[in-house]
């Protein structure tokens, strides 16, 4: 029976099974036309999920390594003396039924990025403008802290106009990007083999950050508002926490937003259970600006913002506002332990975009742009989606059944659209399953349109599910 070798590393569950897959081939461990296991079958021996096999086997075929027949199962293709190494970035393109071959290969709806608008004019005009006032010194120097103060004075004017919190720059931490900020509080506030309260379904950087530190995640059941204020309190008491991550509003992947009374009963809880609340508003510009759980709670909330999923994600700049008074040593070491200093090219291009109003402009560029995705959305899907917790939303959230939400990306993946897999945000048992689609990813709203015809068309023969060799 074979049973391939997994390498430990940075790639991808299923990469890494598509790089055994070719290894063994190469070596002749696996033979030409020989059958390889059934998807659960290998799932249950490897200890992984039947999203990943299913994924690295429509992988590996995609590349030539495999042949699929319907009912039958995979099998290695005659190849075994040209099987070359794959590197992980390589993808095939897909061959696309009546739409000839992509050139760039499967549209890609996983990464969950604003709306590309043309910003290369305004970043060449902050850079002159920082040029012709001799401000771009900084960026060749480390720069200590907590960041340059210049640019938490602009995060904090940023921070007043577009999200309608007064936070005090001197509050204000500047970080490498939301993801840094994660990783800084979870290791700030937590140590290995502690537990961090979050939603049953989270943002799956959130689940990198806290298993490469020792975490655990205990989720929490949602409603249609997100968290529920009892299932925290309860929870609370029974794991010892101290910490709840949360995305309040446009939830990532759900895109449920919690109403002012929710988010004031979450605030209560986490005030009685004496709680720190990691409130990641990610989301916020998309939404119809409810009142943050900071301003109910600021005495225990960290308020992170970004300028990834707003903005621009390629700067890496974010700001983690912390409440008054807190202690700030821990987070400091854990800053320079992962980066050692702010970056200060991207936070010198924010600080002058601020400065000029340029930010505010962008920013409304992108929302006029994410609110004409999502009509194109909800156009072509109706209600497969869940309805958003805001007029629109950059993601859409499908809900159906785990077993069904692994079949549709497999026939999406061979269709020519890749969708995050369905395993990445559950934490629970009881999480909300379904297929999360980055509507800002594709590079035009033709390319968008493309992909949504596509998904609609599967969506619509997966009754056929039975017979396409998924088992």
């Given at each position: 029976m074979w049973h391939p070798e997994l390498k430990s590393g940075p790639a991808p569950l299923y990469e890494r099974l598509v790089q055994a897959i070719a290894g063994d081939i190469r070596s002749g461990a696996l033979a030409p036309g020989m059958r390889l296991p059934p998807h659960r079958e290998l799932a249950f021996r490897l200890g992984v999920s039947v999203g990943s096999v299913t994924r690295a086997y429509t992988e590996a075929e995609r590349r030539g390594l495999l042949v699929a027949h319907v009912g039958r199962g995979s099998f290695v293709k005659n190849i075994a003396s040209s099987v070359p190494d794959v590197p992980t970035t390589e993808?095939?393109?897909?061959?696309?039924?009546?739409?000839?071959?992509?050139k760039t290969g499967a549209i890609d709806l996983r990464c969950n990025t604003p709306p590309p608008v043309s910003l290369m004019q305004d970043l060449n005009e902050a850079l002159t403008a920082l040029m012709a006032r001799g401000a771009l010194d900084p960026a060749l120097h480390y720069i200590q802290g907590a960041?340059?103060?210049?640019?938490?004075?602009?995060?904090?004017?940023w921070i007043g106009n577009a999200y309608g919190l007064e936070i005090d720059?001197?509050?204000?931490?500047?970080?490498?990007g939301g993801q840094h900020a994660i990783a800084l509080v979870f290791s700030s506030f937590c140590g290995p083999g502690d537990t961090i309260l979050c939603e049953s379904s989270t943002f799956y950087g959130?689940?990198?950050?806290?298993?490469?530190?020792?975490?655990?995640?205990?989720g929490l059941p949602m409603d249609e508002e997100g968290i529920l204020p009892e299932a925290l309190d309860r929870a609370a008491v029974e794991t010892g926490s101290r910490l709840l991550f949360t995305l309040p509003t446009l939830h990532n992947p759900t895109t449920r937003t919690m109403s002012a009374q929710r988010r004031q009963a979450i605030a209560a809880v986490a005030r009685a259970r004496d709680l720190i609340i990691l409130e990641d508003d990610a989301y916020y510009a998309y939404s119809l600006r409810p009142p943050q759980?900071?301003?109910f709670a600021p005495e225990r909330t960290l308020y992170l913002v970004s300028l990834s999923k707003g903005i621009c994600p390629g700067l890496r700049v974010a700001f983690l506002a912390l409440p008054p008074g807190m202690a700030r040593e821990r987070l400091m070491r854990g800053i320079r332990a992962f980066g050692y200093c702010p970056p200060a090219l991207g936070a010198l291009i924010f600080e002058e975009w601020v400065t000029d109003g340029r930010i505010d402009e962008i920013g409304r560029a992108i929302q006029a742009e994410a609110a004409a995705r999502w009509e194109m959305a909800q156009h072509a899907l109706g209600g497969l989606m869940l309805p958003p917790g805001a007029a629109y939303s950059p993601h859409g959230f499908m809900p159906m059944q785990a077993l069904e939400a692994e079949r549709v990306t497999t026939r999406l993946l061979r269709a020519g659209v890749e969708v995050t897999p369905p395993d990445a945000a559950p934490v629970s048992r009881d999480a909300d399953m379904g297929l999360r689609l980055c509507l800002g990813a594709p590079d035009s709203r033709a390319e968008l349109g493309e992909a949504l015809a596509i998904i609609a068309d599967v969506i619509a023969g997966h009754g056929r599910a039975d017979r396409d060799g998924i088992v």
């Open positions: 993808r095939a393109a897909p061959q696309l039924v009546g739409m000839g071959q992509r960041g340059l103060a210049p640019v938490r004075q602009a995060a904090s004017v720059a001197a509050n204000i931490l500047q970080c490498n959130a689940r990198m950050a806290a298993e490469h530190l020792g975490l655990s995640l205990h759980i900071a301003s």
